[in-house]
């Protein structure tokens, strides 16, 4: 009885939570918003210089680093984003000599971090910049985990206020009509900034004009769904540090199956599966007590019969045992009798 | 039940050993020019054992420490050739082997071989009941050819050569090898050799010769192994001491002897069928300096692409593809890539369609147009070398003094210094560098050619613009494609060093160019 119910909550469970996914799954397309700004990192052009993490320092007033930023032999490590260094400019071997890539918050159009971030500290703006927002973050560092792009990071050195640290795009400036940081100070324009929609555009038409220098692909134009920041290269981007195993779908929407099973699982399942599972002792108890009246019942039945069937037994065996009596008296008394008729002489025994 | 388990994970072991997943042979297959993959009779049905790996030159290494030659393997016909496959003779007059007969002339002459190499007591190959080692799935050595071509240096060394016979009453030596004067494309073109495999075709041409010569104890014979054609390294010797050679006789190649025009006027004939025109119409005819261009490729081919005998392609395309490597246009393009050319050049897109004034460099309107649609090609080629030998010598520069010493770039002055350029030493510098391109004089047409290539996007002069004139605040919305005024100046100094793979200044060192401001 029990492993039939068992299978019976599980099937129902199963029956739920399917339907509910393909209304959820079957997501409507939409674009991102037409102002969203985008910047184009052009790896043919940069240098190597790192003015634009000189600038990003200077900008975000982070603290001085332990090399100076004109000192380019930090460039034979490769290095990442930490929590005093938004931006970082590495060194990869080029077919024709070395060739550098700038790494930063890519400004994704559908944010991993602002899908795992349970308490909406980041936000994607129109102007495309996505923001942190440090009063409401609870240090749980989700966002690191999700980030395909390993960006984000945390001050892990800082006990009471620690913050998750990442490149914001400036978005203060931008408010202010001011280009952001590195964008403005790179020689080369290595960086070019302007609507995404734009900017797609216009690496396209450099692709286009000098095919033997490009590969022809604008990374970050459709991985993880779209990016704000996007690049373009003469060597293959798995050369220069870029997954490529990334796909176009982005982060929520690869998730978005799974967590729509989470209202059904929470709300919906503990009631439904325990009106089952109560009906069901119901019905157990129900069963149970009139198995038990049952019994009460036969017994007393029983009981009863076998009272009557004692008395009925009881009055016949003393009617058996009285007629016995009197059989035997009877034939005493004939005995008696015609002992006496043998011999008359005797008394008389009977009274 | 441990016992079962390590018996299941042997057999697991044996199973995937066998069925070849565990470690791939193919990923650490060596690479040799001379693999032969013998399959012959794949043609006649389905192989019941993989193709079987053959290494060329390793047995002809062996047959000459044991003194024997190609007859052990190769038989010739009645005329003296010798056949290429292998212990049989192939062609129109041979009877068809089945597969079963092929099969064994190859077990046979390859096994007996073998067993009598190790009957004398020499290192072997695989011999009866070894069949995996020569029917290998996996094989452990896979071919790795480079074309083995013929360039001018390499036909040089034939011509040239006493070993080969001149022809009869003539002092030059062409019937050797190309059969009929006229039809020189004829030994691999020809209908005798329709059907064949190309391989065979020169195999049979240079690879017997060779061998002869060698068998003739020459002082100076061809190559016969595999490799010393194929394999990567060899050709690599063998253009090496080629280029020693022309360096040894003054750098430069003599002429074929085989009476080439030194000028062409490559303009569209007209028979003299046709009427007369009243003027001359269609293209200004080319002059064109065969001579030198014949000294600039590394083979005829390089043009004539059909072969020397077939006309050649003057369609528009043939001769303006920027993307060919046989059109005019597109080798052209392939020298602007060299460094003292590309720090001008890289900048130009290919996309940009060159104006107007670059055809006449080439087409060069003529007086009498007409007249020379209907001349003799000798009074063309006449024509074509005047046409040529008016044409500048030397790179045109404006005068000295109309090229500034030094420009001071101070426009945008701030965290640094303004930048004092020596203009002259620079000008001077590029103009040193192709001084002796004749392509550069021909087609920097005018003396203020050369400036464009930095001050770009207007009329070539001596006086040109300014770069902030038309480069200011970048990222605004009117042209996306022009950088701002820091980038502009940046990206044409720094792209320009980079093309010419000059070391100083790096792009990095801000202050080589303009000072820190204190």
Same mark, same amino acid.
């Given at each position: 009885?029990?492993?039939?119910?068992?299978? +019976?909550?599980?099937?129902?469970?199963?029956?739920?939570?399917?339907?509910?996914?393909?209304?959820?799954?079957?997501?409507?397309?939409?674009?991102?918003?037409?102002?969203?700004?985008?910047?184009?990192?052009?790896?043919?052009?940069?240098?190597?210089?790192?003015?634009?993490?000189?600038?990003?320092?200077?900008?975000?007033?982070?603290?001085?680093?332990?090399?100076?930023?004109?000192? *380019? /032999?930090? *460039?034979?490590? @490769?290095?990442?984003?930490?929590?005093?260094?938004?931006?970082?400019?590495?060194?990869?071997?080029?077919?024709?000599?070395?060739?550098?890539?700038?790494?930063?918050?890519?400004?994704?159009?559908?944010?991993?971090?602002?899908?795992?971030?349970?308490?909406?500290?980041?936000?994607?703006?129109?102007?495309?910049? !996505?923001?942190?927002?440090?009063?409401?973050?609870?240090?749980?560092?989700?966002?690191?985990?999700?980030?395909?792009?390993?960006?984000?990071?945390?001050?892990?050195?800082?006990?009471? /206020?620690?913050? !998750?640290?990442?490149?914001?795009?400036?978005?203060?400036?931008?408010?202010?009509?001011?280009?952001?940081?590195? !964008?403005?100070?790179?020689?080369?324009?290595? *960086?070019?900034?302007?609507?995404?929609?734009?900017?797609?555009?216009?690496?396209?038409?450099?692709?286009? @004009?000098?095919?033997?220098?490009?590969?022809?692909?604008?990374?970050?134009?459709?991985?993880?769904?779209?990016?704000?920041?996007?690049?373009?290269?003469?060597?293959?981007?798995?050369?220069?540090?870029?997954?490529?195993?990334?796909?176009?779908?982005?982060?929520?929407? *690869?998730?978005?199956?799974?967590?729509?099973?989470?209202?059904?699982?929470? +709300?919906?399942?503990?009631?439904?599966?325990?009106?089952?599972?109560?009906?069901?002792?119901?019905?157990?108890?129900?069963?149970?007590?009139?198995?038990?009246?049952?019994?009460?019942?036969?017994?007393?039945?029983?009981?009863?019969?076998?009272? @009557?069937?004692?008395?009925?037994?009881?009055?016949?065996?003393?009617?058996?045992?009285?007629?016995?009596?009197?059989?035997?008296?009877?034939?005493?008394?004939?005995?008696?009798?015609?002992?006496?008729?043998?011999?008359?002489?005797? +008394?008389?025994?009977?009274? | 039940?441990?016992?079962?388990?390590?018996?299941?994970?042997?057999? %697991?072991?044996?199973?995937?050993?066998?069925?070849?997943?565990?470690?791939?042979?193919?990923?650490?297959?060596?690479?040799?020019?001379?693999?032969?993959?013998?399959?012959?009779?794949?043609?006649?049905?389905?192989?019941?054992?993989?193709?079987?790996?053959?290494?060329?030159?390793?047995?002809?290494?062996?047959?000459?420490?044991?003194?024997?030659?190609?007859?052990?393997?190769?038989?010739?016909?009645?005329?003296?050739?010798?056949? %290429?496959?292998?212990?049989?003779?192939?062609?129109?007059?041979?009877?068809?082997?089945?597969?079963?007969?092929?099969?064994?002339?190859?077990?046979?002459?390859?096994?007996?071989?073998?067993?009598?190499?190790?009957?004398?007591?020499?290192?072997?190959?695989?011999?009866?009941?070894?069949?995996?080692?020569?029917?290998?799935?996996?094989?452990?050595?896979?071919?790795?050819?480079?074309?083995?071509?013929?360039? &001018?240096?390499?036909?040089?060394?034939?011509?040239?050569?006493?070993?080969?016979?001149?022809?009869?009453?003539?002092?030059? &030596?062409?019937?050797?090898?190309?059969?009929?004067?006229?039809?020189?494309?004829?030994?691999?073109?020809?209908?005798?050799?329709?059907?064949?495999?190309?391989?065979?075709?020169?195999?049979?041409?240079?690879?017997?010769?060779?061998?002869?010569?060698?068998?003739?104890?020459?002082?100076?014979?061809?190559?016969?192994?595999?490799?010393?054609?194929?394999?990567? &390294?060899?050709?690599?010797?063998?253009?090496?001491?080629?280029?020693?050679?022309?360096?040894?006789?003054?750098?430069?190649?003599?002429?074929?002897?085989?009476?080439?025009?030194?000028?062409? %006027?490559?303009?569209?004939?007209?028979?003299?069928?046709?009427?007369?025109?009243?003027?001359?119409?269609?293209?200004?005819?080319?002059?064109?300096?065969?001579?030198?261009?014949?000294?600039?490729?590394?083979?005829?081919?390089?043009?004539?692409?059909?072969?020397?005998?077939?006309?050649?392609?003057?369609?528009?395309?043939?001769?303006?593809?920027?993307?060919?490597?046989?059109?005019?246009?597109?080798?052209?393009?392939?020298?602007?890539?060299?460094?003292?050319?590309?720090?001008?050049?890289?900048?130009?897109?290919?996309?940009?369609?060159?104006?107007?004034?670059?055809?006449?460099?080439?087409?060069?309107?003529?007086?009498?147009?007409?007249?020379?649609?209907?001349?003799?090609?000798?009074?063309?080629?006449?024509?074509?070398?005047?046409?040529?030998?008016?044409?500048?010598?030397?790179?045109?520069?404006?005068?000295?003094?109309?090229?500034?010493?030094?420009?001071?770039?101070?426009?945008?002055?701030?965290?640094?210094?303004?930048?004092?350029?020596?203009?002259?030493?620079?000008?001077?510098?590029?103009?040193?560098?192709?001084?002796?391109?004749?392509?550069?004089?021909?087609?920097?047409?005018?003396?203020?050619?050369?400036?464009?290539?930095?001050?770009? &996007?207007?009329?070539?002069?001596?006086?040109?613009?300014?770069?902030?004139?038309?480069?200011?605040?970048?990222?605004?919305?009117?042209?996306?494609?022009?950088?701002?005024?820091?980038?502009?100046?940046?990206?044409?100094?720094?792209?320009?060093?980079?093309?010419?793979?000059?070391?100083?200044?790096?792009?990095?060192?801000?202050?080589?160019?303009?000072? %820190?401001?204190?």
């Amino acid at each position: 009885m029990l492993r039939r119910t068992f299978l +019976g909550l599980l099937g129902t469970a199963g029956a739920t939570a399917a339907i509910s996914t393909p209304a959820v799954a079957g997501g409507k397309e939409f674009a991102p918003h037409p102002d969203t700004l985008g910047v184009l990192f052009d790896a043919t052009r940069c240098i190597g210089c790192r003015k634009c993490e000189a600038a990003c320092n200077e900008v975000n007033n982070l603290p001085a680093p332990d090399k100076k930023f004109d000192d *380019l /032999t930090v *460039l034979d490590q @490769k290095r990442r984003t930490d929590d005093k260094t938004l931006t970082v400019v590495n060194k990869y071997q080029g077919k024709g000599g070395p060739v550098f890539r700038k790494s930063q918050c890519n400004h994704c159009l559908e944010p991993a971090c602002a899908s795992a971030c349970f308490v909406k500290a980041f936000k994607k703006l129109s102007n495309g910049a !996505v923001e942190y927002d440090a009063s409401v973050c609870v240090g749980c560092r989700y966002c690191m985990v999700a980030c395909p792009f390993e960006i984000p990071a945390y001050e892990y050195d800082e006990p009471l /206020t620690p913050r !998750v640290m990442k490149c914001t795009m400036c978005a203060p400036r931008l408010a202010e009509g001011k280009l952001p940081g590195c !964008v403005e100070q790179c020689p080369k324009e290595a *960086l070019t900034i302007g609507l995404r929609k734009d900017i797609i555009k216009i690496a396209r038409e450099r692709i286009r @004009k000098y095919p033997e220098r490009y590969v022809d692909h604008i990374y970050g134009e459709n991985e993880m769904g779209g990016t704000s920041w996007m690049y373009i290269s003469g060597e293959p981007f798995s050369e220069i540090g870029m997954r490529e195993d990334l796909g176009t779908t982005s982060a929520p929407e *690869l998730t978005s199956g799974a967590l729509a099973a989470v209202p059904i699982v929470v +709300g919906l399942w503990p009631v439904l599966l325990g009106g089952i599972y109560a009906v069901s002792k119901r019905k157990d108890k129900i069963a149970n007590d009139e198995r038990v009246a049952a019994v009460k019942d036969a017994l007393a039945k029983a009981g009863a019969e076998a009272e @009557k069937k004692l008395s009925e037994e009881l009055g016949k065996a003393e009617v058996a045992n009285k007629r016995r009596i009197e059989v035997e008296v009877k034939k005493a008394v004939e005995e008696a009798l015609s002992a006496k008729d043998e011999e008359p002489a005797s +008394g008389e025994e009977e009274a | 039940m441990t016992a079962i388990l390590v018996v299941l994970a042997g057999v %697991l072991g044996f199973q995937l050993e066998a069925m070849g997943m565990l470690g791939s042979a193919a990923d650490d297959a060596k690479e040799r020019p001379d693999v032969i993959m013998i399959d012959t009779i794949a043609r006649l049905g389905e192989l019941e054992q993989s193709a079987a790996v053959f290494l060329h030159d390793t047995h002809t290494k062996a047959l000459k420490e044991q003194g024997l030659d190609c007859q052990s393997c190769h038989k010739t016909d009645d005329k003296g050739n010798m056949s %290429l496959k292998f212990k049989r003779l192939e062609g129109e007059n041979q009877p068809e082997l089945t597969a079963t007969e092929l099969k064994d002339i190859y077990h046979d002459g390859c096994i007996s071989c073998h067993t009598e190499t190790a009957d004398k007591n020499l290192k072997t190959g695989p011999m009866v009941g070894e069949c995996r080692s020569c029917h290998q799935e996996k094989p452990e050595f896979v071919a790795d050819r480079v074309d083995a071509g013929m360039d &001018n240096v390499l036909h040089y060394a034939h011509w040239s050569s006493k070993e080969i016979p001149m022809d009869a009453g003539k002092d030059t &030596n062409c019937g050797a090898c190309h059969t009929k004067q006229g039809e020189e494309d004829g030994w691999r073109f020809d209908a005798v050799n329709a059907g064949k495999p190309m391989s065979d075709v020169y195999h049979n041409q240079c690879v017997t010769c060779h061998q002869s010569l060698a068998v003739k104890k020459a002082e100076k014979t061809g190559p016969v192994e595999c490799a010393s054609c194929h394999g990567a &390294n060899e050709v690599a010797v063998i253009k090496a001491k080629g280029a020693k050679m022309v360096r040894e006789m003054g750098g430069e190649l003599p002429r074929l002897p085989r009476k080439q025009p030194d000028a062409v %006027l490559m303009m569209l004939k007209r028979s003299e069928n046709e009427p007369k025109p009243e003027k001359a119409t269609g293209m200004a005819p080319v002059a064109f300096d065969h001579k030198f261009h014949e000294g600039a490729v590394d083979t005829c081919n390089a043009c004539h692409v059909k072969g020397v005998n077939a006309p050649m392609d003057v369609s528009f395309e043939a001769m303006h593809d920027e993307n060919s490597d046989s059109s005019c246009i597109g080798c052209h393009a392939k020298e602007q890539q060299r460094p003292e050319c590309a720090s001008c050049h890289f900048m130009r897109s290919n996309e940009v369609k060159p104006s107007d004034a670059s055809c006449i460099s080439c087409h060069k309107p003529v007086e009498n147009g007409d007249v020379l649609m209907t001349a003799s090609d000798e009074a063309k080629a006449a024509e074509a070398a005047l046409l040529i030998a008016a044409r500048p010598e030397k790179l045109q520069l404006p005068a000295l003094d109309a090229i500034p010493e030094f420009v001071t770039i101070d426009a945008m002055v701030d965290k640094y210094e303004a930048s004092k350029m020596p203009h002259r030493k620079i000008v001077l510098s590029l103009a040193d560098k192709i001084k002796d391109s004749g392509l550069a004089s021909t087609f920097h047409a005018t003396p203020e050619a050369l400036c464009a290539g930095c001050h770009h &996007n207007a009329p070539a002069t001596v006086t040109p613009p300014k770069c902030g004139s038309c480069h200011a605040k970048p990222f605004t919305e009117t042209d996306s494609a022009k950088p701002g005024l820091k980038a502009a100046y940046h990206g044409q100094c720094m792209g320009c060093h980079t093309e010419m793979k000059l070391e100083k200044p790096a792009a990095t060192n801000c202050v080589a160019c303009h000072e %820190l401001k204190k």
